[in-house]
T-cell receptor
């Protein structure tokens, strides 16, 4: 069975600091990778996704993620965070070829950005 | 857009009663909807996949007789927690696929269930 691991439970940064959130998955086959964000009191929203092609994908709000197949990783990055980025971030994996949309989520990383 | 709503947003029920949670896709038709459960400080765990017009597919360890799922139309799926107990208290989230062959899901705002 596939699993997803996010390394940090809680990250605290000051505004303008750079961000990198780790995500590793365990599955040997083709995967589709996602990062979702959940702002306080709101529902999950898609930040970015990787299906195929360029392993560096750009999402909304200045976020990007890099798929490194050899490391089974899909880390999320942002060069300069803002206070409004305070939220919980979830990495998710769909094993390609399985039922569409069936996602396995990581544990989530809470990001707190201080102004 | 792709908006998914859930009703109610919060519900408190007594132990032994049943409670129904609705998930609706407001501006698209969803042949497949998913039900997740989110425990405090933990990730979302997929409970079941709900397919319009057919039986739901439950994940291992999820009691199908306790968590009844009905997907009667292309815009509505319901989750009924039967004979609820305090350990069923949780945050339940649904999501929906916008297209049959899509890997992208759109999530509802969730329902906080508290069983007293």
């Amino acid at each position: 069975a596939q699993s997803v691991s996010q390394h940090n439970h809680h990250v605290i940064l000051s505004e303008a600091a750079s961000l990198e959130l780790g995500c590793n998955y365990s599955y040997g086959g083709t995967v589709n990778l996602f990062w979702y964000v959940q702002y306080p009191g709101q529902h999950l929203q898609l930040l970015l996704k990787y299906f195929s092609g360029d392993p560096l994908v750009k999402g909304i709000k200045g976020f990007e993620a890099e798929f490194i197949k050899s490391k089974f990783s899909f880390n999320l990055r942002k060069p300069s965070v803002q206070w409004s980025d305070t939220a919980e971030y979830f990495c998710a994996v769909n094993a390609g070829g399985t039922s569409y949309g069936k996602l396995t989520f990581g544990q989530g990383t809470i990001l707190t950005v201080h102004p | 857009g792709a908006v998914v709503s859930q009703h109610p947003s919060r519900v408190i029920c007594k132990s032994g009663t049943s409670v129904k949670i609705e998930c609706r896709s407001l501006d698209f038709q969803a042949t497949t909807m998913f039900w997740y459960r989110q425990f405090p400080k933990k990730s979302l765990m997929l409970m079941a996949t709900s397919n319009e017009g057919s039986k739901a597919t439950y994940e291992q360890g999820v009691e199908k007789d306790k968590f009844l799922i009905n997907h009667a139309s292309l815009t509505l799926s319901t989750l009924t927690v039967t004979s609820a107990h305090p350990e069923d208290s949780s945050f339940y989230i649904c999501s929906a696929n916008k297209r049959v062959s899509s890997y992208e899901q759109y999530f509802g705002p969730g329902t906080r269930l508290t069983v007293t």
